[in-house]
Structures are given as C-alpha cells and as structure tokens.
C-alpha cells in the first residue's frame, strides 16, 4: 500500500499542471470571489432592512454566498481533472507515473488541499466581511457556531471540489460533470428535497450546509451531515479510482 502513496514529486507535478490550467486556476480563485462578493453585495442591499432579512437561519445566512461560490468549486474540481483526458495527456501522465493509484492519490490530494486552503480562507472572509454590513443584526466571531460554520465552510466547499473530480474521473469529461452537477446542486436537490420531504436532507448539498446552521435542522447535526456528504464525494472519487486503474488510456 505504501508504493501507492503519493510522493512529494509527484504532488509537485501535479500542482505545477493545474497553476498551468488557466481555467482550473481561474475557478478555483473564483470561489473566493464569487463567494466573498455576493455575500458583500446581498449583505449590503438588504443586510440591515430587518432582521431575518436574509433567512430564517442567521448563521446560514452569513454564508448566502456559498449557493454560487459551489459552482465555481465544481468548476474547479472537473477542470482540474478533464485535463487529463484531452490529447493523450492521460497516457503521458501514466509513462511519468506508472502506478496509476499513486497518480491518481496524488491529484486527488492537489485538488483537495487546494480547495480546502481557499475554503477556509473563503470561509473566513464571507463571514466577516458579510457581517460587517449586517448592522444590528450582525453575528460575532465569538458567537455560538461561528467558528464550526467558518471551518465546515472550507471542507464543504473542498468536499464539492472532490466530488467533481472524482465523478470526471469516471465520466472522463468535464463538461458533462459541470452540466450535471451544477444543476443538481441548484436545483434538483431543492425539488427532491421538496417532493420527498425528510430524505431530502441527505442530498449532499443539503447535508453539507448543516455545518453552518445555528441549530439542527432534521435528523443530521452539524458535522453528521457534513459526513454525508463525504460519503457522496468518496463514492464518486473511488468511483474515479477505479475507471483509472481500468481503463485503457
């Protein structure tokens, strides 16, 4: 098992192809912005009109941003793969890397830690800079849940990251993944979640977001629903696993 581990080499080149990938770049500095400037620019307009203005949760609330930031962390994640999968670049990554489970632990890891960096400091900045325009309605730092929200921000925006890259892994393209789950996060998990009442709260997204509620909402806590949504991205990433070691390429 440790000759399948990744390996500070190969970890580099990994990371030297996606500062390479204009596109996987651009997303994945798109889901501090978009995040951390929508926040900013709801918080302002209606931030102070009453309380509750921007949901019944306000905790939640401080992290409105993260509904259009996750679309760029898809972006990210499907980006950072699908590369692979355009002019033979997969078969010239395999004769630099042979072992395709090190190859592929080790771009998984690159996507994963780089979106969990950015999570966390995206995490940070919306809260603060949102809160900063709420007025008398504003959360504190030092309020119940406000920390586990800020850090539970980070992994479930990484967590969306690894579930883009390993369902590009199984799909080999990234268009078909952004299509898919873009939607599926935007969308279908609020009309599932509306058509079959209690078990749409185990939709990802919607057990992801647990972790930045004030209080439980459901049967999932904070950072049980947190772990359901792991357990989708880690279907999806041994799914990849898999169609890499078994696929010609």
């Known amino acids: 098992m440790s000759a399948a581990l990744p390996t500070l080499p190969v970890l ?17 500095i798109s889901v501090l912005a978009v995040t951390v400037g929508i926040q900013v620019l709801t918080a302002a307009a209606i931030g102070r009109a009453e309380e509750g203005s921007m949901g019944e949760d306000p905790l939640l609330a401080a992290f409105y941003g993260v509904n259009f930031g996750q679309t760029a962390a898809i972006v990210f994640g499907a980006s950072a793969f699908s590369s692979e ?4 670049a997969l078969r010239t990554s395999f004769t630099a890397v042979p072992h395709r489970t090190r190859f592929y632990l080790s771009k998984i890891s690159v996507v994963g830690g780089l979106a969990l960096v950015v999570g966390q400091v995206t995490g940070f900045l919306t809260f603060v800079a949102g809160q900063s325009l709420m007025g008398p309605y504003a959360l504190e730092l030092g309020d119940p849940g406000t920390v ?3 850090v539970g921000c980070g992994f479930y925006l990484s967590v969306i990251s690894l579930f883009a890259a390993g369902l590009t892994a199984v799909l080999r393209s990234g268009v078909a993944v952004i299509s898919l789950l873009i939607p599926f996060f935007l969308i279908v998990s609020f009309l599932v979640g509306e058509a079959v009442g209690g078990l749409g709260q185990y939709m990802p997204d919607r057990a992801g977001q647990m972790v930045m509620r004030i209080e439980p909402h459901g049967d999932l806590g904070a950072w049980t629903g947190l772990g359901v949504m792991a357990l989708w991205a880690l279907v999806a990433v041994v799914g990849g696993w898999i169609a890499v070691r078994r696929r010609d390429a």
């Open 12 to 28: 580099h080149s990994e990371w030297i192809k996606i500062r390479s990938l204009r596109g996987a770049l651009g997303a994945l």
């Open 148 to 150: 586990r929200a800020i």
């Open 85 to 88: 999968f355009l002019n033979g």
